[in-house]
């Protein structure tokens, strides 16, 4: 089983390299590792932030580890050439459409959220996000009004069958879960969202076992401060399902916890941890690796078929937690490398 290491810029290096400690600490057979340049770091070493060689690396590969990519020096480079492109680019090049974020309250860490005890304690949802359409793949450009006015344009759109895919993992998600699916959607004003609440609609005959239930994006917002508790599932397009995420990630205490799998039809995924390349704390021995951590424990569950290593991987980090870990996005002073250290004597 290969394992693509894709590191990128900022803290990427750093938290992956405390990944790779835990996984190799499971001992698993079989598994190797190639490293490959992405985002910031390839474009300074070869001009593109998704070279040829990564690409193929990607390709070949069971499941990809990723850690962030962005770098305020290439800020004014041509959109096709910022180290973004590579994650979109990986997307689009493996059909990579499904991405998965759960948002679960440790129970030590119901005091670092932002919302009161008892509304944080109650969340264990997961987020199912498309991610090959929508704004951020649609047609795009700068032009002039008539009257010689910039104006800038981003096309959102999604067509049935984009949509119906997505709809499935939604409720296949919440089947396995608590069986409820919210699907989140702007409806009453975008005819992107009507096409995507009537054919989640469509889908639903298949799962009648499953209660569903819509939400306008705004509202959605508000509940997930409000009342958390109240969602199992929740299913939406690429533009909403990036800003509720990462919303979801400070209910439960920081970004730094908030593990993400992007999977394709074959379940060939790519495993990151959705707080980005925080390039302000680079190189400090700051950064959470946590959320990379229980990334590769979602790799290890959805593309590579070892339920009980996620198992042991998940408990591990909550018996670290529980025994006072404690990095500095969570109210505490251990470095990056002490956090792994913690996991790795909770694995032990």
Not at 105 to 121: G, I, M, N, Q, T
Not at 123 to 133: K, M, P
Not at 203 to 210: C, L, Q
Not at 218 to 241: K, W
Request: hydrophobic residues 45%; negative net charge; glycine residues 10%.
């Amino acid at each position: 089983m290969l394992i693509a290491l894709f590191p990128g810029d900022g803290i990427g290096p750093e938290i992956v390299a405390q990944a790779k400690r835990v996984l190799d600490a499971l001992a698993i057979d079989g598994l190797t590792y190639e490293e490959g340049l992405v985002g910031g770091a390839a474009y300074k070493a070869v001009g593109h932030p998704l070279p040829p060689a990564t690409l193929d690396l990607a390709k070949r590969a069971d499941a990809i580890l990723f850690g962030a990519v962005g770098d305020p020096d290439c800020d004014s480079l041509e959109r096709h050439l910022r180290p973004e492109q590579a994650i979109l680019g990986l997307r689009k090049e493996l059909g990579l459409f499904s991405n998965l974020r759960p948002a679960k309250v440790f129970p030590e860490l119901a005091d670092a959220s932002a919302l009161k005890h008892e509304v944080a304690s109650a969340i264990d949802l997961l987020i199912v996000r498309e991610t090959n359409g929508d704004v951020y793949f649609g047609e795009k450009g700068m032009r002039k009004t008539p009257e010689g006015l910039r104006e800038g344009y981003d096309i959102m759109s999604y067509n049935e069958e984009q949509v119906r895919k997505i709809a499935h993992q939604g409720f296949q998600a919440a089947r396995a879960r608590r069986g409820k699916l919210c699907s989140v959607d702007k409806a009453n004003v975008l005819e992107t969202s009507q096409l995507w609440r009537d054919v989640v609609i469509e889908v639903s005959a298949d799962y009648p076992d499953v209660a569903l239930s819509h939400m306008y994006v705004d509202n959605a917002a508000m509940q997930l401060v409000r009342n958390p508790g109240q969602f199992d599932v929740i299913v939406t397009g690429n533009m909403f399902g990036d800003i509720l995420s990462d919303q979801a990630s400070m209910c439960v205490g920081s970004i730094g916890m908030l593990a993400s799998a992007t999977l394709n039809d074959s379940n060939q995924g790519l495993y990151e941890p959705i707080h980005g390349s925080a390039p302000d704390i680079a190189g400090q021995g700051k950064a959470n690796p946590l959320a990379t951590v229980l990334s590769a424990g979602m790799m290890l569950r959805y593309s590579l078929g070892l339920p009980e290593q996620a198992d042991r991987i998940e408990a591990a980090v909550a018996k670290a937690l529980a025994d006072g870990a404690r990095s500095f996005d969570l109210g505490g002073t251990m470095s990056t490398v002490e956090m792994g250290d913690a996991v790795l004597a909770a694995l032990a």
